[in-house]
């Protein structure tokens, strides 16, 4: 089975920095994705790791530890349309389980 | 970028009825589609993963009756909820998978669909 925690919410000022944690333990792994969902849309995707260590794109920037079960989402310089719902995603083979979710509010 | 799309955008259906998604790949053939529910506040639940030309695998706790899948080509799979009933009202996703990429452009999500059945 799949089990994937991450924090339900988290509230940030406006040009700060968060980091939304996720651990899973799944029954097979090839890599992680982050997905950054808006109320009433689809997941847009935003990071992707498959070996250890730190992945940097732009403002956004994820981290994986394998050996541990753990990867995070780093969003910096936070604006306002970040206010969204953030999802961890492990993959197994072509299938992707999806944590509930974490809700990121930016505040001015 | 690929693009996946769902028809219709939303749905309204009486009780008893039955909705059909329609889920596309626009500019590659996607031999597996996988389809997502969606309950407000919650993540999204895989429901089934089509493969083209193949039955539908259905995920534990759904029921593969209520959930008619399709893959006829390897552009379009549709989901048919059958005797709708208000419980299913939610947020249907479906994803298409590209077979000639590989890792985070492998998958790419449809808009979605919001069905609600009064």
């Known amino acids: 089975g799949q089990n994937i925690d991450q924090p339900t919410e988290m509230t940030a000022t406006e040009g700060a920095i968060v980091q939304i944690n996720c651990t899973y333990q799944t029954s097979g792994f090839n890599g992680l994705f982050w997905y950054q969902q808006h109320a009433g849309e689809a997941p847009t995707f935003l990071s992707y790791n498959v070996l250890d260590g730190l992945e940097e794109k732009g403002r956004f920037s994820s981290f994986l530890s394998r050996s541990k079960g753990y990867s995070y989402l780093l969003l910096k310089e936070l604006q306002m349309k970040d206010s969204a719902s953030y999802l961890c995603a492990p993959r197994n083979d072509y299938k992707l389980s999806f944590g509930a979710g974490t809700t990121v509010t930016v505040r001015a | 970028g690929a693009v996946v799309s769902q028809h219709p955008s939303w749905v309204i259906c009486k009780s008893g009825t039955s909705v059909k998604i329609e889920c596309r790949s626009l500019d590659f053939q996607a031999t597996t589609m996988f389809w997502y529910r969606q309950f407000p506040k919650q993540s999204l639940m895989l429901m089934a993963t089509?493969?083209?030309?193949?039955?539908?695998?259905?995920e534990q706790g759904v029921e593969k009756d209520k959930f008619l899948i399709n893959h006829a080509s390897l552009t379009l799979s549709t989901l048919t909820v059958t005797s709708a009933h208000p419980e299913d009202s939610s947020f249907y996703i479906c994803s298409a998978r590209d077979p000639k990429q590989r890792g985070p452009y492998e998958q790419y999500f449809g808009p979605g669909t919001r069905l609600t059945v009064t």
């Open positions: 089509s493969n083209e030309g193949s039955k539908a695998t259905y």
